[in-house]
């Protein structure tokens, strides 16, 4: 039995990047590895889409995180936090460690953050030095109008917009310059197809002027350091070099194929999802779901656990069940980076099968039915 | 989009497989090789049920074929040569090559050899020294009841049962002692899932017998040199070290799934994939068809080079046309060797959304329900 991850990272790994990253390691203070951040960095651009520099951690995401934490706030400064899942409370713990003041927009887990809301806190509040919003909840598939958000934290000067992109860059839109996001964060485990422990971090220049005098303790994460080196292509600690050479790959890979194709292929591959998933006569989590993953509610008489159990053991089929307040109660399927349409077609069958071996009643068949119907006539 | 192999050879190379390939080359007089050989000698013999020793050839499986005739037959003897497809026709061009007498045993193509029909021709004709029968014809699909053929030429004492089992052995059952077959042919491209370049033969004591006294020129597929190398877990020419590597780990994974397990799961597979095509409308080319592929005639309307194009260019599917003079009546789904239950929904899944762009009339997702209600219950 073949194994077949559909866990919201990591993800699959292509196999031309795995053959790139089995090469012979390479030192990476001499002049072949600086090639290779030369061109790492011109993609990462592309890839960001903004002008400014993207820095390269060798960490976590939740390291990226906590850079942009630790960089742009000084002690006891205000920070709002849209909390509408897991990852948007970490974005408070951290602030919190730090000593920023919280201030917590609650969104109830699968409902997404109304834009206005933000306007009225960030009016009604003074001296709010940034926002934290993760642009696609992994805990719970919802999506983020971060476009209109970045609209509304424009007008406050003296506001950063800090987005966490990690599941989400390069399988949604994200136009880091265009709209006017001022920290974009992302990881290498998502939709750029890599082993996880790579972080990444687009800054832009108003994000610079605050990290100038930002006051938090910082060493490793300080991001000063990060962009003074790779203004010669370089790092000021070791870089993680085989994932740096993968991601090099991985970069080529998602040039060749164009941000605006996969774009356009995560939307029909997450359509055909969620209408095959609707199709089972199963729920969606997500009032606004992103392209990245689809979180569907485990029906009533199933056992959540003894499902994704099942799909592992009898069909091979890796899927993330609920975390925290969700545990049991959803189970997540993932279709960002490195997937197709077969892919999407193995998740649904598993599914179905699994289903109907835990006694769910439905039409076998039927969700490969409408997926096949969506990838047949695109969205 | 990913590439998925659904071809009867090659066939898809499991991972660990590959690595174990990818490994620094060794060399083949070393006492560390031997030990492998003599590890692969010990699972070939498990594989072919058999207690004879098996040979290894670094050839494709007609090397073997070819080793066959020009081991056991003497210029001018006859042949019984079944030829009901591509491999039987390989045969008995084998055989002219080498001035043998070649008796053919026409079959149509898709149609399975009456045993009977062997047993006539024995007695009928005298000195017939061997015959020739395919297991799984390749080109067509058809399983041959070699079992049956097996009684019927062990009454025979001067005649020699010649099994190509090259895309059946590891796939469907070959008992290669019980079923008195005395020389019986693979590859390793097909259920061994390793790549081409390999090939195997297994030889009972009654074919040894006649390999002593048979007068055609050979040198390269000399069995008598392999066999007397073997005894020392070793090759008379340069064996094809890499793909040995591979074998080792091949038959581990064969032994440690076991064959009759391995057997079973290609039955289930292959009646899942026959009851979708057929719950598709569509009709089998086989009478008798082998679990090793599935041989679909082309609908009435469709153009079935257009429809193995299409599988090809838009999903990645690589199925096999039709030979000779099935070319573009039929095409073919391999499923033997490294396939799971998903691997078949995929093949399925393709053919329906490709069927359904070139104007095929059917259900969407009828094939799937059926292969999933056959993977569900078992058979």
């Known amino acids: 039995m073949k194994k077949r991850l559909f866990t919201p990272g990591p993800t699959p790994v292509p196999e031309d ?20 951040t030369e061109e790492v960095q011109g993609n ?21 995180m906590e850079a942009a934490v630790s960089n742009i706030l000084s002690s006891g400064e205000k920070a709002l936090v849209v909390k509408g899942g897991k990852f948007g409370e ?14 917590p927009l609650d969104v ?6 109304k834009p206005e809301l933000v306007e009225k806190i960030l009016t009604q509040e003074k001296d709010i030095k940034a926002v934290f919003i993760t642009l696609c909840e992994t805990s719970t598939g919802v999506l983020t109008d971060i476009q209109a958000i970045g609209r509304i934290v424009a007008k406050f000067s003296d506001t950063l917009l800090v987005i966490d992109a990690i599941s989400s860059l390069g399988a949604v839109s994200c136009q880091t310059d265009a709209w006017n996001l001022d920290v974009v964060i992302s990881g290498s485990q998502k939709a750029l197809m890599l082993p996880p422990g790579l972080s990444f ?14 006051q938090l303790p910082r060493y490793y994460f300080d991001l000063k350091k990060y962009h003074k080196s790779s203004e010669k292509f370089d790092f000021p600690f070791t870089p993680a070099v085989s994932l740096i050479v993968g991601l090099r790959k991985s970069l080529s890979l998602i040039r060749e194929e164009g941000i605006e194709n ?15 998933v609707k199709a089972l006569g199963l729920e969606l989590l997500a009032e606004k779901p992103a392209d990245s993953l689809t979180a569907v509610k485990v029906p009533e008489g199933i056992d959540g656990a003894e499902l994704t159990k099942r799909l592992k053991e009898k069909y091979g ?16 399927i993932a279709h960002l980076g490195y997937f197709d349409k077969l892919d999407i077609i193995s998740a649904i069958s598993a599914l179905e099968m699994a289903l109907s071996e835990l006694g769910y009643k439905f039409e076998l068949g039927s969700g490969i039915k409408a997926a096949e119907e969506v990838l047949l006539k695109g969205i």
């Open 201 to 214: 971090l687009a800054i832009s220049e108003k994000a610079w002027r605050r990290i100038e005098k930002s």
């Open 44 to 64: 990462l651009k592309y890839l960001f889409q903004t002008k400014s520099p993207v820095l390269i951690l060798a960490s976590s995401g939740t390291g990226a």
């Open 108 to 113: 109830e887990w699968g409902k997404a953050v």
């Open 262 to 276: 996969i774009i356009k292929r995560h939307e029909i591959l997450a359509a055909a999802t969620r209408t095959a």
């Open 317 to 332: 089929v890796n899927f993330a069940g609920g975390q925290e307040k969700l545990k049991g109660k959803i189970f997540r």
């Open 17 to 36: 990047i795995l053959l790139e990253m089995a090469k012979p390691i390479i030192h990476h203070r001499t002049s072949e590895f600086r090639k290779i």
């Open 90 to 103: 970490r974005f408070a713990e951290i602030c919190s460690s730090y000593g920023a003041r919280v201030i």
